[in-house]
């Protein structure tokens, strides 16, 4: 439904029917165990932190101002 309101850009894959996207490979890099697979590494942590946080800002930066 965000894709086809225009939320999401299909042409710059951040959606796609196949589940080939940005939106999906976020989350499926984020759970790659399942929820609650242990402890991760400082550095794979931070690196997730920041994506999830870059992301978030730009999902609600779009929200904002109707962009």
């Given at each position: 439904m965000l894709a086809e309101i225009g939320f999401l850009a299909?042409?710059?894959?951040?959606?796609?029917?196949?589940?080939?996207?940005?939106?999906?490979?976020?989350?499926?890099?984020l759970h790659t165990e399942g929820s609650h697979p242990g402890l991760s590494d400082e550095d794979h942590s931070t690196f997730r932190l920041h994506v999830v946080l870059v992301t978030a800002r730009t999902f609600l930066r779009r929200l904002t101002y109707g962009q």
């Open positions: 299909i042409d710059r894959n951040e959606w796609t029917q196949d589940g080939k996207n940005y939106v999906n490979g976020l989350f499926k890099m």
